[in-house]
């Protein structure tokens, strides 16, 4: 089974060719791929400390070593622990064969580390999450009730076929909470915060109102991923504790696509050119897109329909699953194809990689979802038709029971509720000011990030805290 990029792949991707040394590259790749994590750390260590690198080789080596370290986190349950969550939630013990036919499935994930077999964190409940794909769900979430009462108090806009929800106006409290003693004492600590982006439409009234320090940076939405950026130094015995406190202004919109007028697409546009492009690693235009893709999409005369097509196999074929770390991801639409699930985010790279495929503009966008009560990490994305603009559609909330308003579950198709925090325009973007060490969240940025002045803080080194009160 793959995990994420190779070291072999990653160094030629660097463009660096082997470092000399005792061990070379392709034996530490071989014993990545072969399962031995220990041995192919001890050898990255080797290499490091022989103080023949370059900057860009020692990069790459820590990064891959620190990739070892994600998966192995990723990668924690025993067989007894897998049997016995069921057990206690499902009330039965499955059978040597059954787990086999799961694992066949792709249903149970696991990986070979050290000899041992090792299953994903949350692999049993996402077996049942997967079998349940079939069934009817009802619509009594409260989310969507919330979306019930607004689309039922809807206006007009000044575009054709747009209609504007009910607006919401929140009051966040994000904490990014360091552990105790992560970092030596006296070491300079680094925290890139989330935090609105003010050059959407759909979010207005963007205000910060207090810090933790009284020094910061704000990214003024100058890259993909918006941000408050602060320093402190580490300081033994006690945590180190990063806070600021934002207002903001959501409203949801809805699109008529029975009333839209759609119009050929420019071609030559910049814009057209950049949303129906590649994006490697997580967009490429692959054999198994191509082909999926074109599948479904035979009888699709129109952008619309197209957008339809596409929007409604996912729905139909890839429930939601609690995810693998996007970083352990060599390229995550092909793993939602390989696997039959994904999360939002996952599941939204997939439609955006084959809208694009079909000559549609897509793009992502993503942050928190902000229901009272189900506050939470969110992605959706955003598809553009030639005479309207952008349209938001978000393919994970399409997935469900029905919705007892006229558009029904496909609201979703061409809409999105009031109850959002944009963070991210993009993804796998810089930060404002540049991070200088690997992102703990290669693609997205939700929860944050943080380094010291060594190297990046993955996400088992610190904590983070969203709170919301509604105005």
Request: some cysteine; glycine content about 6%.
């Amino acid at each position: 089974m793959k995990m994420t990029l190779s070291l072999l792949v990653l160094l030629l991707l660097v463009g660096c060719s082997s470092p000399k040394g005792q061990y070379p590259i392709k034996e530490i790749d071989q014993e990545i791929v072969s399962g031995n994590f220990t041995r192919a750390t001890e050898l990255i260590d080797s290499l490091l400390a022989g103080g023949e690198l370059n900057e860009t080789q020692e990069y790459a080596l820590r990064f891959t070593r620190d990739s070892l370290h994600r998966v192995k986190l990723d990668f924690n349950q025993t067989k007894d622990e897998i049997i016995g969550w069921i057990e206690k939630n499902r009330l039965f013990t499955p059978s040597d064969s059954l787990l086999d036919v799961w694992v066949q499935s792709k249903a149970l994930e696991f990986r070979i580390i050290d000899g041992k077999k090792r299953y994903f964190r949350n692999a049993a409940p996402n077996i049942f999450r997967v079998n349940a794909s079939s069934i009817t769900l009802s619509s009594d979430t409260p989310r969507d009730f919330l979306l019930i009462e607004d689309f039922n108090r809807k206006t007009k806009s000044d575009t054709k076929g747009r209609y504007l929800l009910p607006a919401k106006t929140m009051r966040a409290s994000y904490t990014l909470a360091v552990n105790t003693d992560a970092v030596p004492e006296g070491e300079t600590l680094k925290a890139w915060l989330p935090f609105p982006r003010k050059d959407i439409d759909r979010q207005t009234e963007v205000r910060l109102l207090s810090t933790s320090q009284p020094d910061y940076i704000l990214s003024d939405d100058q890259t993909e991923h918006t941000s408050i950026y602060m320093e402190q130094k580490a300081e033994r015995g006690k945590p180190a504790v990063f806070k600021a406190e934002f207002l903001f202004t959501s409203q949801g919109e809805w699109f008529d696509l029975s009333e839209i007028e759609i119009k050929p697409y420019n071609k030559q546009n910049e814009l057209y050119k950049t949303y129906t492009s590649e994006h490697p690693p997580h967009i490429r235009f692959s054999e198994n897109i191509r082909k999926l893709a074109d599948s479904i999409t035979q009888g699709a005369q129109t952008p619309v329909e197209t957008l339809q097509a596409v929007y409604r196999y996912i729905a139909a074929n890839f429930p939601w699953t609690s995810a693998l770390e996007y970083s352990t991801i060599a390229n995550i639409p092909e793993y939602v194809i390989e696997n039959r699930k994904g999360d939002c985010g996952q599941v939204t790279l997939l439609m955006i990689t084959m809208l694009r495929y079909k000559g549609i503009p897509a793009r992502w966008q993503s942050g928190w979802m902000t229901h009272p009560g189900e506050v939470n990490l969110h992605d959706w994305a955003e598809v553009y038709f030639e005479g309207t603009g952008w349209v938001p559609v978000d393919i994970s909330f399409g997935r469900g029971g029905t919705i007892p308003i006229r558009p029904g579950r496909e609201f979703f198709m061409s809409g999105i509720d009031s109850y959002r925090l944009y963070i991210n325009s993009g993804f796998s973007g810089k930060f404002y000011p540049e991070k200088r060490y690997p992102r703990s969240e290669t693609v997205d940025f939700q929860r944050g990030e943080a380094e010291s002045g060594q190297w990046n803080l993955y996400f088992d080194q610190w904590k983070y805290k969203m709170e919301l009160s509604y105005q």
